[in-house]
């Protein structure tokens, strides 16, 4: 059964830091340009963050740089969002994704296909 499973998500204070998970089974990460999105109340699903397979382009979203890190461990199967400084604004569920297209991280939902069933991050102020 393929399968994503995001975990590290929680409630932290504005300034605050958390690391997310997203450990796969079924499929080889390695194979796959991955993406991290994220989902605020009543808001479309958005692009946070993503790694290519080689994990030597990782783009960003502006209002996640210099705060986010995302890296991967192909062995471990599993890839990562570090949080720094973590605002009220980053409030949402936060989803991993496999790329439909090889190496590319298209910025939209549809470039996606496996899903993780989503982690709840809260940052109060």
């Known amino acids: 059964q393929v399968q994503l499973v995001e975990s590290g998500g929680g409630l932290v204070q504005a300034g605050g830091s958390l690391r997310l998970s997203c450990a796969a089974s079924g499929l080889t990460l390695s194979d796959y340009a991955m993406g991290w999105f994220r989902q605020a109340p009543g808001k479309e699903r958005e692009f946070v963050a993503g790694?290519?397979?080689?994990?030597?382009?990782?783009p960003y979203t502006d209002s996640v740089k210099g705060r986010f890190t995302v890296s991967r461990d192909n062995a471990k199967n599993t890839v990562f969002l570090q949080m720094i400084s973590l605002k009220p604004e980053d409030t949402g569920v936060y989803y991993c994704?496999?790329?439909?297209?090889?190496?590319?991280?298209?910025?939209?939902?549809?470039?996606?296909?496996?899903w993780g069933q989503g982690t709840q991050v809260t940052v109060s102020s």
């Open positions: 790694i290519v397979r080689s994990g030597d382009r990782t």
């Open positions: 994704a496999t790329s439909k297209w090889g190496g590319r991280l298209p910025p939209t939902t549809s470039g996606y296909d496996v």
